[in-house]
């Protein structure tokens, strides 16, 4: 089984809808990541958590917002999806300043 | 703000030959790694080397790093079209509370069988 999973894998929503993607892991990690990357382009990290009770803001957190429930879990939400938040969003576990683990992805379509 | 920027932004070769990528970064760093992404996939960590190590190897893998020009280099040698993807470094920036990777926008590179 993957260490680091993403639901859903694609979605297509609507401008204004509220979306949910989330993610779980295995690793065991207390850190976790959420990222967004645009075509042709690097990632730009939006959210990212130290343990259940630490959440912080990363580049791009704006029309973004995060819970993590529990130390396997980190979930990403889109309160009032836009079209420019269309892009490939990724989770990552990582240890303190190790390797990054990343998810599959998730595609979402804002129309 | 990107810190990691990739050379060439695109490298195109033929399979067997050697594939050298680089990386500049601005700000002092514990550690710089390079990843690699197949289309549309998730990254795949490659390779980590400290800011206190110069060079790395991992099979076909051979990384560079000097910190006194803020640059990496990544060279893949005898590469094959399975090598075909986008490669990225990061960097874990040097100092206390230091949390994140930032990426570079990549090197696509395409192997030619």
């Known amino acids: 089984d993957a260490d680091v999973t993403q639901t859903p894998r694609n979605r297509i929503t609507k401008t204004g809808k509220r979306i949910m993607l989330e993610c779980s892991q295995t690793k065991g990690h207390d850190r976790m990541y959420w990222y967004r990357q645009d075509p042709g382009l690097g990632l730009q990290l939006i959210y990212y958590?130290?343990?259940?009770?630490?959440?912080n803001k990363g580049e791009i957190s704006d029309g973004y917002s995060v819970s993590r429930q529990a130390q396997a879990k980190f979930s990403l939400s889109l309160e009032s999806a836009i079209p420019n938040q269309t892009a490939l969003y990724f989770c990552?576990?990582?240890?303190?300043?190790?390797?990054?683990?990343f998810g599959p992805g998730t595609r979402l379509l804002v129309l | 703000s990107q810190q990691g920027e990739e050379d060439p932004q695109a490298l195109s070769i033929q399979e067997g030959e050697n594939a050298t990528m680089n990386c500049s970064y601005k700000?002092?760093?514990?550690?710089l790694q390079w990843y690699r992404q197949n289309s549309g996939r998730g990254l795949v960590h490659l390779i980590l080397?400290?800011?206190?190590?110069r060079e790395k190897h991992s099979g076909r893998l051979r990384v560079t790093l000097d910190t006194s020009k803020k640059s990496s280099s990544l060279l893949i040698t005898a590469s094959r079209a399975a090598d075909t993807a986008s490669y990225f470094c990061a960097t874990v920036s040097s100092g206390a509370g230091s949390y994140q990777l930032t990426f570079g926008k990549g090197t696509k590179l395409s192997v030619i069988p």
């Open positions: 990552a576990t990582s240890a303190p300043k190790g390797t990054q683990y």
């Open positions: 700000t002092s760093i514990n550690n």
């Open positions: 958590s130290f343990d259940v009770k630490d959440i």
């Open positions: 080397i400290r800011s206190n190590e």
